[in-house]
Each structure stands twice: as structure tokens, then as C-alpha cells.
């Protein structure tokens, strides 16, 4: 199984993207992989398997590796001989953030015929941004946290009780999030979103919430992986995630009921549908009162999510073997045509 490892972006997530490549390499072990680096300014570098450790990017040195050419079916090198192309299999798309997730990626590869795992475009764009995921589920029939929206031009009314968690809506990895427990608190919290993002969501901080994740994707059905309860502490910041996206051990499935697992899992299901075929995601979810409510869709989770599955290179072949296929458009000119004719060819 030939794997391209797509990652770096110019994104806010542009480390987090190396770690889960770096993590990647240790996982796919009976896969040939090639690793294909996007720096800040988008310029694309062919990566040595041995020369995937972190300070080989931080330092600059990835500059000296080949620089890579997309173009309709292939990568390519640049040669006195012109371009050659690259057999490097089907790309693998862990670009976290912007670029990644927001749909420019997904756009890319279908608009030059290079097969691909994420999420298509419609999906990215829904996913990206935590409004359109909100809205998205409500129309699913799938709960959400209740919320509110403020836009860096609004006046800074809250109404929810504090204390609330104030996210910008398209950014990951909790960049950019805090935990406000009174009014004296908001403005220095907003000054921060905003850094990021022109608009925030605002959600009730919900003390002691159930949390659970659930990961999966469809090939010929669904593949699931476990149902993980996520560190109990209040809020896993920027530090934490950024070691939770190194991981490459397994975990415990969380100790829940079947009728809670089953209720986690049909939610994920009805998320996934049909618009996120093609790509592994995360769904977030909490649970208040008994009530499934989701937190979030992690499009391209930090390491692709591998330590939630029993068999996780196994189920990326599987869903290479199943991804979706765009529907190609016939184009015969027959409308130009018949005007051509009517009119004597004078059009």
C-alpha cells in the first residue's frame, strides 16, 4: 500500500500537522510511505523517511529536499529533464487547520485527479467552521450545546450564564479558547478569539461533563473504532492537545453502557452520512442529562486518530479501496452546436 503524507500548511495547527505526520511514520509500518511537506508559504518538498524528526523542519532544513509540482494526476520533480513524475500512492491528507480542513486541500487534489483520504469539500467547509457544524447537526435531528455567535464588529452582550467557553469558530487545537467564569473576564477572552478569527462561538462552560470521542469512517459500511472518555481535566489546552496528537498507543474503550455507546455511535453515523465519505474523522460529543449533544467534528484528527482503532492500517487500505469517486461530466458541445446550426454557423 503506497501512502503520501500530506502535512505542515500555512495554518495556526502548521506544528501540530508535523507531529501527527512524525506519529504517522511509526504506525504505518507495513505501508511504503512518502511524506510530502507544505511549508508557510505553501511551496511543496519531497521528505526522506529519515529526515521526519521535528527540528529538520524548525531549523529550515527541509529547504534542501526536492521541491514538488502538482500537476493533472501527479506530483513531480523538477529535473534538467523537465518534470518527473511521482509514483507516491494515494495522498493522505494531515494538514490540520487551515488549508487542510477548510477545503483548499480537498479542492486541489479533485480539481488534478489525485486520489485522496479527508473530507471532500462540502464536508471541509461544514467541519471548518463550528457555526456550520452546529447548524449542520441541528438539521441531522443531532443535539448540539446550546450557543451564541459574536462577531469582532458586535457589541460584546453575553447572554448565556457564565461561566462560558469562548472558541473562534474556524480554528482547532483550542487556540484561541477560554474559559470566562465572570464579566470582568470577557474582554481580555474576546481580544484573544479575536486574534484568530472575526467571529466566536460562545457556549456554556459546562462543569463535570461527560465527554466522549468517537472516530470512524465507511468503506463497504462503517468501520467504528472505540468510544474514548478524554482526560477529566477542565480544559485540555493548546500544550496538552499538542501531546495528545503524538500518540501511537491504544487506549481503553470508556466504560459506558450499551444503550450510551449505541446512542454515541448513531450520532456519529448520522454526522458521517454520506458527505464525509472518503476521510477519517472525530466526532466530540457530551452528554447532559442522559442527552447525546455534539461538541465538535474533528475533520483530520491529530494523528488520523490511529490509537482508537484495533486495526488501523488495515482500515486505511480498506478505505482506499472504497473511496468516492467524482462524477465525471460528458461535455460534447451539442448545445453550442445546434445554435451553430439554426444560425448558419454565424454565432
Known sequence: MNIAVLFGGSSYEHEISIVSAITLKKVLKNSTLSFIFVDANRELYLIDAENMKSNYFSNGSYKKAKKLILKKGAFCTVGLMGLKEQNLGTVLNLIHGRDGEDGKIASLLE??????????????????????????????????????????????????????IIKPVRLGSSIGVSIVKSADELD????????????????PFIEGVLEYNQAGCKTSEFELSIVEEPNKEEFLDFEKKYLDFSRDGKVGDADISAELKTDIQEAFKKVYASIFEGSIIRCDFFVVDGEVLLNEINPIPGSMGNYLFEDFEGMVERLINTLPKEHRIKIDYSY?????SAKGGKV
Not at 115 to 139: G, M, Q, W
Open 188 to 203: 481580555y477572552a474576546l481580544d484573544v478569539a479575536f486574534e484568530f478569527d472575526n467571529q466566536v462561538l460562545i457556549e
Open 336 to 340: 453550442i452546436n445546434s445554435i451553430q
Open 111 to 164: 480539481f488534478n485527479d489525485i486520489a485522496y483520504i479527508s473530507p471532500r469539500v462540502d464536508a471541509s467547509v461544514l467541519s471548518y467552521n463550528k457555526l456550520y457544524t452546529k447548524l449542520y447537526a441541528e438539521s441531522l435531528g443531532v443535539k448540539v450545546v446550546p450557543y451564541s455567535v459574536l462577531s469582532s464588529s458586535d457589541s460584546r452582550d453575553v447572554t448565556l450564564e457564565y461561566p462560558v
